[in-house]
């Protein structure tokens, strides 16, 4: 399958700080990615869906303001958490797609925030 | 609101034996179903998944049955291996409105194989 990277695999930061993790399709163009959020013995949960060059779509209850993300190219998007705090501490995975099958999601190795 | 399940947290099976990991859902709006593996530190992988018009499907070892009057489906894996062991994710999606490929997970089962 394809290849998805992010960076950092962990991050640790300051309560009101930002921080901000990179996604990478390595070796094809996602058109669309993909962001989830995982808690503990939690599944994961969808936050956000962005396409390149568009604004990200936010699932409900997931505060667009707080949790920025940017597609500005078809192999890198970003997240950034805004004024963190340890509530916002989890495990976040990207996935890039390139096309419209379900199974054509590819997944990143995630990163590991927590906030102090 | 979970609407993808997962109530087994774990399962140990021996190796050589047959491994089943189910998956029930509440959204009747679900017409995909896929089944992802994880390993620690990475991403889950595809792994096999079903159509809603169809019941079964097979892939090797794998195989994925659904039974949509019971919103359950169910994967097999025949005969297992150490190498098996992981989390396993049942996810589903469905063609609403805005859908597009969003997935929506289960909470995973954790599956150790042991010699």
């Known amino acids: 399958g394809a290849v998805v990277s992010q960076h950092p695999s962990w991050v640790i930061c300051k309560s009101g700080t930002s921080v901000k993790i990179e996604c990478r399709s390595l070796?094809?163009?996602?058109?669309?990615m993909f962001w989830y959020r995982q808690f503990p013995k939690q599944s994961l949960m969808l936050m956000a869906t962005?396409?390149?060059?568009?604004?990200?779509?936010?699932e409900q209850g997931v505060e667009k303001d707080k949790f920025l993300i940017n597609h500005a190219s078809l192999t890198l998007s970003t997240l950034t958490v805004t004024s963190a705090h340890p509530e916002d501490s989890s495990f976040y995975i990207c996935?890039?797609?390139?096309?419209?099958?379900?199974?054509?999601?590819?997944f990143g190795p995630g990163t590991r925030l927590t906030v102090l | 609101d979970q609407q993808v399940k997962q109530n087994s947290p774990s399962l140990s099976v021996q190796e050589g034996r047959i491994s089943i990991l189910n998956c029930d859902y509440t959204n009747s709006m679900f017409d995909y179903f896929l089944w992802y593996k994880k390993y620690p530190a990475e991403g889950p992988t595809f792994l096999i998944s079903i159509s809603s018009i169809k019941d079964k499907n097979e892939d090797g070892r794998f195989t994925v049955f659904l039974n949509k009057s019971a919103k359950h489906l169910s994967l097999h894996i025949v005969p297992s291996q150490p190498g098996d062991s992981a989390v396993y994710f049942c996810a589903a999606s469905g063609r609403v409105t805005g859908g597009g490929n969003k997935l929506t997970f289960g909470t995973g089962t954790q599956l150790k194989v042991e010699l």
């Open positions: 070796d094809f163009q996602a058109t669309t």
């Open positions: 962005s396409n390149e060059g568009s604004k990200a779509t936010y």
């Open positions: 996935s890039g797609s390139a096309g419209s099958s379900y199974n054509e999601q590819f």
